[in-house]
């Protein structure tokens, strides 16, 4: 299994693959509560989970600091950015901190 840490949602501290009928999704876990983002799901952000979390499948963030995790989110928002844009990596980091990010807007039935 191959999982993309740095796609994980801010606050990640599992992964559940797709086994035992559920999803693929993000696990967040603080405080004896567990929240869940299911994967290509990211932008609707984080659900309470209110069932019994069963552990044995959770995959643990690997040993990846937080400034490892979002040193890999920045590069690859540098590269979708010089991508989008085709600019240097430069500009396109100067781009990103300058408060850049790229959204999508979806149309919903009413």
Same mark, same amino acid.
């Given at each position: 299994? &191959?999982?993309? $840490? @740095?796609?994980? =949602?801010?606050?990640? /501290? +599992?992964? +559940? =693959?797709?086994? &035992?009928?559920?999803? *693929?999704h $993000?696990?967040?876990?603080?405080?004896?509560? @567990? $929240?869940?983002?299911?994967?290509?799901?990211?932008? *609707?952000?984080?659900? %309470?989970?209110?069932?019994?979390?069963? /552990?044995?499948?959770?995959?643990?963030? =690997?040993?990846i600091?937080?400034?490892?995790? @979002?040193?890999? %989110?920045?590069?690859?928002?540098?590269?979708?950015? %010089? @991508?989008?844009? &085709?600019?240097?990596?430069?500009?396109?980091?100067?781009?990103?901190?300058?408060?850049y990010?790229?959204? *999508?807007?979806?149309?919903?039935?009413?």
């Amino acid at each position: 299994m &191959n999982i993309d $840490w @740095s796609k994980a =949602p801010e606050g990640t /501290t +599992h992964f +559940h =693959p797709n086994v &035992n009928g559920y999803v *693929e999704h $993000w696990v967040k876990i603080n405080g004896g509560k @567990s $929240w869940f983002c299911v994967t290509n799901f990211e932008k *609707e952000g984080w659900k %309470q989970d209110f069932g019994k979390l069963n /552990t044995k499948d959770l995959v643990a963030i =690997p040993d990846i600091t937080a400034e490892e995790l @979002s040193a890999k %989110q920045l590069e690859k928002a540098i590269e979708q950015i %010089q @991508s989008d844009l &085709n600019c240097t990596a430069g500009m396109a980091k100067d781009i990103y901190m300058a408060g850049y990010r790229k959204f *999508e807007i979806v149309e919903e039935d009413v």
